[in-house]
Antibody, heavy 123, light 112 residues
Framework: QVQLQQSGPGLVKPSQTLSLTCAIS??????????WNWIRQSPSRGLEWLGR?????????DYAVFVRSRITINPDTSKNQFSLQLKSVTPEDTAVYYC?????????????WGQGTTVTVSS | QSVLTQPPSMSAAPGQKVTISCSGS????????VSWYQQLPGTAPKLLIY???KRPAGIPDRFSGSKSDTSATLGITGLQTGDEADYYC?????????????FGGGTKLTVL
């Protein structure tokens, strides 16, 4: 079955860049029927979709408006994984970060989630 | 404040039925499929319902979903103590560029 394994630091200093990776097993990042998302969750803001990357004859990335100026999501086909980079973080970016697969043939639902990474932004 | 509106909490007794509502707008629920997720404490959300009313393999038929216009509903029958969790609705909002994922604020279900 499909599994997503997240990795990355749990502590980031203010103004620095948050970097996380999501390794995919059981599916190909280059599939035409899925997209690869980053979502975060905090008690004050709930679940927030950050963005996604997907392949449809070429690579695309979509980002949430509220983080568009600071976010990059990149695929790595050689390692079958994708990454999140969030620049210029503040304590407001403290959250549990999840990667997730969404299936276009199933109403774009998030059917597989990573285990979550708690990221704290603090000096 | 979340784009989709859910009641913050609900409670019911074991064996009873509960329905959780999710309200949105024409740009999200009104024009896209709705999914529902269950989140147990300390774990990632788990897909319960997709494409408004379909259940993934392994999800019991005690869980059901429906959608009408700009609202969706999750139904749970025969409540069990193991159903005590947070429930979230989710969909896409295509009023902004290629579309953005949106979620409800979550409903904490207590099984008394």
């Amino acid at each position: 079955q499909v599994q997503l394994q997240q990795s990355g630091p749990g502590l980031v200093k203010p103004s620095q860049t948050l970097s996380l990776t999501c390794a995919i097993s059981g599916d190909s990042i280059s599939t035409n029927s899925a997209a690869w998302n980053w979502i975060r969750q905090s008690p004050s803001r709930g679940l927030e979709w950050l963005g996604r990357t997907y392949y449809r004859s070429k690579w695309y990335s979509d980002y949430a408006v509220f983080v568009r100026s600071r976010i990059t999501i990149n695929p790595d086909t050689s390692k079958n994984q994708f990454s999140l980079q969030l620049k210029s973080v503040t304590p407001e970016d403290t959250a549990v970060y999840y990667c997730a697969r969404d299936l276009s043939d199933y109403g774009d639902c998030m059917d597989v989630w990573g285990q979550g990474t708690t990221v704290t932004v603090s000096s | 404040q979340s784009v989709l509106t859910q009641p913050p909490s609900m409670s019911a007794a074991p064996g009873q039925k509960v329905t959780i509502s999710c309200s949105g707008s024409s740009s999200n629920i009104g024009s896209n499929s709705v999914s529902w997720y269950q989140q147990l404490p300390g774990t990632a959300p788990k897909l319960l319902i997709y494409d408004n009313n379909k259940r993934p393999a392994g999800i019991p038929d005690r869980f059901s979903g429906s959608k009408s216009d700009t609202s969706a509903t999750l139904g749970i029958t025969g409540l069990q103590t193991g159903d005590e969790a947070d429930y979230y609705c989710g969909t896409w909002d295509r009023s902004l560029s290629a579309g953005e994922g949106v979620f409800g604020g979550g409903t904490k279900l207590t099984v008394l």
